[in-house]
């Protein structure tokens, strides 16, 4: 894995300084405009054309033990809603000037053929009692991710975002963190959906489980995504990798697309490298996935919806880091007189 080009980065932190402004006065823009550079390889960047959101969507047979708010057949009727520009991810994803793509991976129900050409199987197991997928279906989904980031990259893609569907996955999201983070089960429960007190309880005893099952896998990323995970998560895997292998920079979305970084960092070490943190989730987990790969989130809006959400809402602060490196003139360009 080749890291974003640090010769680069240094040029950038100095042209920076250079920009018509007091020196460090845009803050944390500057170092997330000098993170593109050296993800470019270019000192001006190039401003962004063509940002992309690939939503991987999948079922868990976790839901079905009450660990959730909503029934199964949403996450089907979300992919619907996905295809026909309902839902907030494709508002959100418009004003900010992406573009958004769903995939189904193990939706538990029939989608349509433009979606479902990658999809693994119907349904994920029930972590807390069974795998949640063979190994072959682990392998199968981890190539799909890797080959949807090589598509979307050949099809043009200068940035690229990872987003989530599927009814019960923080339960899986949570299971992943937590055993490679060392945490203990309550540490990583949250609300997900709006879940209430018995079912946040039932949900507790379900990844307390899970974990038990896990914990033999901690030195295995595929056969950890086998147990505890689930295609459209091993899916994100992949694309996280290759994205990263590909040098296209990343934002990272919430607690699910967080647990499928920690996953993919320690199956391709070094990816983190490539990727920014657009938020972090109210989901308590989130905090200990950005904390265990070293990423400062950029927005804390106590967002928890997935989808992409979180990351499509701070692409207009990279765009804008972006062009303010690009287009903004110099001390010399502009004949203003410099500190003294």
């Known amino acids: 894995m080749d890291a974003p080009r640090e010769q680069v980065l240094l040029q950038a932190l100095a042209r920076l300084d250079q920009l018509t402004k007091p020196v460090g006065s845009l803050g944390k823009l500057e170092g997330v405009a000098a993170w593109v550079a050296s993800c470019q390889g270019v000192c001006p960047p190039r401003p962004f054309t063509r940002p992309r959101v690939v939503v991987f969507a999948g079922d868990h047979g976790i839901a079905k033990h009450g660990v959730s708010a909503y029934p199964s057949e949403v996450t089907a009727q979300m992919v619907a809603n996905f295809l026909t520009g309902g839902a907030a991810v494709n508002v959100l994803a418009t004003a900010a ?72 996955n923080t339960t899986p999201a949570a299971v992943l963190i937590a055993s490679l983070t060392g945490s203990e089960p309550v540490s990583v429960v949250g609300r997900g959906t709006g879940i209430d007190d018995a079912t946040w309880m039932r949900k507790t005893a379900a990844i307390r489980d899970a974990m038990r099952r896990a914990r033999k896998q901690i030195s295995d990323p595929v056969a950890l995504l086998a147990t505890a995970g689930g295609a459209d998560i091993a899916a994100m895997v992949g694309f996280l990798a290759q994205a990263s292998f590909r040098g296209i920079p ?23 490298e490539w990727w920014k943190a657009g938020h972090r989730s109210a989901e308590p987990s989130h905090a200990l996935a950005l904390g265990h790969l070293g990423l400062e989130p950029l927005l804390e809006f106590d967002m928890r919806l997935g989808e992409g959400t979180g990351a499509v809402t701070a692409l207009p602060l990279v765009m804008m880091a972006t062009r303010v490196l690009a287009e903004m003139a110099t001390f010399d360009s502009a004949g203003v007189s410099g500190r003294e």
């Open 250 to 272: 990343v934002i990272l979305d919430g607690v699910v697309v967080g647990a499928a970084a920690i996953v993919a960092e320690e199956l391709a070490p070094g990816a983190r």
């Open 97 to 168: 000037g992406a573009t958004v793509r769903v995939v189904d991976m193990a939706v538990d129900g029939d989608t349509a053929d433009v979606v479902s050409a990658f999809k693994v199987r119907k349904g994920s197991g029930s972590i807390d009692r069974e795998d949640a997928l063979t190994r072959e279906e682990a392998i199968a989904a981890i190539t799909a991710g890797m080959t949807i980031a090589d598509e979307e990259v050949d099809g043009g893609a200068d940035l690229l975002i990872a987003g989530d569907m599927g009814i019960g």
